[in-house]
């Protein structure tokens, strides 16, 4: 039985969120909120990540125990193959499910996996500066959290738009961040992947246009290595677009289902989309 922890709301066909390396499912937002409109939505912490306890043996951090902790946990849940979109480390997850046929469509936004030594380097020297300053004392943190030109120095890496980013929610992200048991692990095998694979379900890759996590170049890379897939710029957000602007990317995993419905011939009613 998986001991993936979940929030579920919506109905109709199943959609699953993956959030990326350090942080939770609220990480989705209000974008949650939009999709439960035309689906059965599940946002999950990634084990080792928000309530969700570390792997238990025989699965590890590998990024493809990952993929089989996933095909277990919509197993468990009777999902049959959803639909999936994720973000950053999420996003290669997504991508990976999307190789092995796991799901019907994959949307993934900033995935981890298209880098070169110098995107690598960059991902490596943000996500340090993010793990370390969650070391700071509470009053501190909470500081940071609650104006919102501190919030805009401390979360710039992730969010083009931080300001939007609710404080008590910036908090608890903090928190997490600092907490969960695995961060290091994951980071330590997602700086080797690299996404090598071909999907075999209609897939979209989404990049923002303003993401200094996992810079813009490496939309270029994806590009040109699944020249086949659908990419989408996301202008004026950051590396989680998901908060820089929701309907946006609510629209773009909208459109990725939508136009997989046209191609089977199926009809399904989106509001989300429009």
């Not at 991902?123 to 993010?130: Q, R, Y």
Request: glycine residues 10%; hydrophobic residues 40%.
């Amino acid at each position: 039985m998986s001991t993936i922890s979940y929030s579920r709301k919506g109905s109709g066909e199943p959609l699953v969120l993956i959030h990326g390396i350090g942080h939770q499912r609220t990480a989705w937002g209000h974008t949650f909120d939009l999709l439960a409109e035309d689906f059965d939505v599940i946002a999950v912490d990634l084990p080792g990540f928000g309530t969700s306890p570390k792997p238990a043996k025989p699965h590890s951090y590998r990024m493809s125990s990952y993929l089989d902790q996933f095909e277990e946990f919509f197993a468990d849940l009777g999902l049959g193959r959803p639909h999936v979109a994720g973000n950053s480390l999420g996003g290669l997850l997504a991508l990976g499910l999307a190789a092995r046929g796991s799901v019907r469509t994959a949307t993934a936004l900033s995935p981890a996996g298209f880098w070169g030594p110098v995107g690598l380097a960059n991902a490596i020297a943000n996500l340090a500066v993010l793990k370390a300053s969650t070391y700071s004392p509470g009053p501190v943190l909470k500081l940071f959290a609650d104006k919102t030109a501190l919030r805009k120095i401390s979360m710039g890496s992730l969010y083009a738009h931080p300001e939007r980013v609710d404080p008590q929610t910036a908090l608890d992200d903090t928190y997490n961040l600092r907490r969960s048991p695995g961060f290091f692990p994951v980071a330590w095998q997602v700086s080797r992947a690299r996404y090598r694979d071909r999907p075999v379900v209609p897939v979209t890759i989404a990049w923002g246009t303003k993401d200094r996590l996992l810079l813009p170049s490496q939309a270029v890379t994806a590009r040109e290595q699944l020249p086949t897939v659908g990419h989408v710029s996301l202008p004026d957000c950051g590396h989680v677009p998901m908060i820089d602007n929701p309907e946006l990317v609510a629209g773009a995993i909208v459109q990725t289902i939508a136009q997989a419905a046209d191609r089977a011939g199926d009809t399904i009613g989106l509001h989300a989309a429009g």
